[in-house]
């Protein structure tokens, strides 16, 4: 597509004569911006040309904040070019992109048009109205909001059938990043990225059918979704479009750009800047912004699961970054390799006061064992002091994969598992909550595939069961209550309440039993409370007031934690009743109940005698 076709089939210039988008697109310079860079700057030299995206993306930043993404087709810097003043905020490559500059006498031609001024006029609104949302957000959570009241048009959609070019075409007439493709028993997307990566870089020809390169079936969600789901979602399998159905009806797709509006400090913008960061000290700089971001959320009144799950998926993408700077240093490892997250890391149930749970598996194939297992000691060694550095210290347990013991081929942790679930013994009994919580974070080896086997056949071990059952009954909820709350007796933490081991724990704990139980594989502690329902394993009314109190738990936990870092203070999980109202109080004595009722019915069903 030439450039004047390409300019007429986007506002501000689909309403000029053909001869003018002509004399425009003899006139026009061509410039590419690799990813990252600054295009204007705020508070710089004013603009000296209107740019129009060709290919690529930008992102409008302020204070380091990510406030607008703007694609392909879009124009940016008319404000600053048509005032003479600065610009109020910085434009930033997001990917590498290709723009038209337009010269300034040009393009005041084209803003002097009703179509121009309606332009800039609706530029001007969309600007005032992310003030009035970072307003609104100091009133209310935005981020409960549900996935369907965020849809502003109806999806756009095509055959399977039709021809890649149509497709491209097709979305950058509507100006949408995506398309929806029905198929016999589902949906299927296309997205930008997709033509940029399966169509462009693979030198696919533009006929071929947009079936073979879209992602199928596509992953929607609900309408009812909070908006604050859909973002730990994106972050953690790291998609940018969601298409959202109410009742089995499409109404429309979410995207990363539509969630980014939401947050004061961007999750989003936060994991950006790590996969840009250049060097492990960049990383850590990086990392050091996570409380921040977490305070923010906490603030704001997000839901304190969720919270954890923003953690979480910020720890895997400081994991990964490091490893790559790593390997990108030393070379590629020498054999298929997993880094594995544990414990709660698995389970992406992580807040400020965490520490680190990792383990690393490898094929050994033909290389010599020394050669191997020397290259993964450094590896981790250099991946641990980088998370250490960032904020999450080592694991006073040595549940880390810089020790020898946290790093095995694929049979040799296979075999592990099995002899900790037929005789758990000491190291065992330690292991068993950090160890059969697992996730592979990095790395091509599969070693999640047979680790799942295993833990599928385990709810025929009954002995394996009774065991779990047993840590889960390790310790006792407070529920003797003296002024409301029971809190330490002594030590340095005398007067306050254990809200991780005396609480959160205890529930993480039960639902493992009961999931294992029920032949899940599945890590996250609220979703092996609703499997385990589903299966039967325990009542929906018990399940229904686990997960409440693992909210309140959480709530309290987080809410610690914020108090302590805005003051300066070591982070620690031991909570100060005083600080709590007398609401939050009562939420807590009814949460430990439901712990105390939830043991009981362990006990009795795995036949295990309480302390």
């Known amino acids: 597509m030439d450039v004047a076709a390409f300019l007429g089939k986007h506002p501000p210039f689909d309403s000029l004569a053909a001869e003018q988008l002509e004399r425009i697109g003899r006139s026009i310079r061509i410039e590419f911006f ?102 609104e957000s100091n009133r209310a959570d935005p981020r409960l909001v549900s996935a369907g009241s965020l849809i502003r048009r109806r999806p756009v959609t095509c055959e399977p059938s039709v021809s890649v070019r149509q497709a491209a075409e097709t979305m950058a007439g509507e100006r949408v990043s995506s398309l929806l493709v029905e198929g016999r028993d589902g949906w299927g997307i296309v997205t930008d990225r997709d033509l940029r990566s399966r169509v462009l870089a693979e030198g696919r020809s533009p006929e071929s059918p947009v079936a073979d390169v879209m992602t199928y079936p596509a992953v929607t969600v609900a309408a009812e979704t909070t908006a604050a789901e859909v973002l730990a979602q994106m972050l953690e399998r790291e998609f940018h479009h969601f298409p959202v159905v109410d009742d089995g009806r499409l109404v429309g797709v979410i995207t990363d750009t539509d969630l980014m509006r939401l947050e004061r400090y961007s999750p989003f913008a936060l994991k950006s800047a790590i996969r840009r960061a250049t060097d492990v000290d960049g990383v850590v700089a990086v990392g050091r912004e996570l409380p921040r971001t977490v305070s923010a959320l906490v603030e704001a009144h997000g839901d304190p699961v969720d919270i954890g799950h923003v953690v979480g998926v910020t720890i895997d993408a400081l994991t990964t970054r490091l490893v790559e700077l790593i390997i990108a240093e030393a070379g590629p490892p020498p054999v298929p ?3 594995m997250a544990l414990g709660s890391a698995a389970r992406h149930e992580q807040a400020l006061f965490t520490d680190q749970d990792h383990a690393l598996a490898y094929e050994p194939q033909d290389v010599p064992i020394e050669q191997v297992d020397g290259y993964f000691a450094d590896m981790a060694t250099k991946v641990t002091d980088g998370l250490e550095a960032v904020g999450v210290p080592r694991c006073n347990g040595g549940a880390m994969a810089e020790r020898p013991e946290m790093r095995h081929s694929t049979r040799e942790w296979i075999e592990a598992f099995r002899g900790w679930m037929s005789d758990p013994g000491i190291t065992g009994s330690i292991f068993t909550s950090i160890v059969f919580d697992y996730r592979r974070v990095t790395g091509p080896l599969e070693i999640e595939t047979e ?34 709350l029971v809190v330490e007796g002594k030590g340095e933490h005398a007067g306050t309440l254990d809200v991780k081991h005396g609480g959160i724990t205890l529930i993480t704990n039960i639902a493992r039993v009961l999931g294992i139980a029920a032949g899940l594989t599945e890590r996250r502690t609220i979703k092996r409370l609703r499997g385990a329902a589903a299966a039967g394993q325990i009542d929906f009314e018990l399940q229904e007031g686990l997960e409440e109190a693992f909210g309140v738990l959480w709530r309290t936990r987080l809410e610690h934690h914020v108090r302590c870092w805005q003051s300066g203070r070591p982070l620690d999980d031991f909570v100060d009743p005083r600080t709590l109202g007398p609401l939050s109080r009562r939420a807590l004595k009814e949460a430990f109940g439901i712990i105390a009722r939830a043991q009981d019915m362990l006990a009795t069903e795995f036949g295990v005698v309480r302390r």
């Open 34 to 135: 690799p990813e990252d860079a600054v295009i204007i700057r705020a508070a710089g030299e004013p603009a000296r040309f209107l740019y129009v995206i060709r290919r690529g993306a930008v992102e409008l930043v302020e204070e380091d904040h990510v406030l607008d993404v703007l694609g392909e087709g879009e124009a940016f810097g008319h404000l600053s070019l048509l005032s003479g003043l600065s610009p109020v905020a910085t434009i930033r490559a997001a990917e590498d992109t290709i723009c038209y500059l337009i010269e300034a006498e040009l393009a005041e031609q084209v803003l002097g048009t009703r179509r121009g001024l309606a332009f800039v006029s609706s530029t001007l609104r969309r600007q005032l109205m992310r003030v009035e949302e970072t307003t």
């Open 451 to 484: 680790l799942d086997e295993l833990i599928r056949r385990a709810r025929g071990d009954r002995n394996f069961l009774r065991h779990l059952a047993r840590r889960a009954l390790d310790r006792r909820p407070p529920t003797g209550f003296r002024g409301n």
């Open 337 to 339: 390799w997993a880094w």
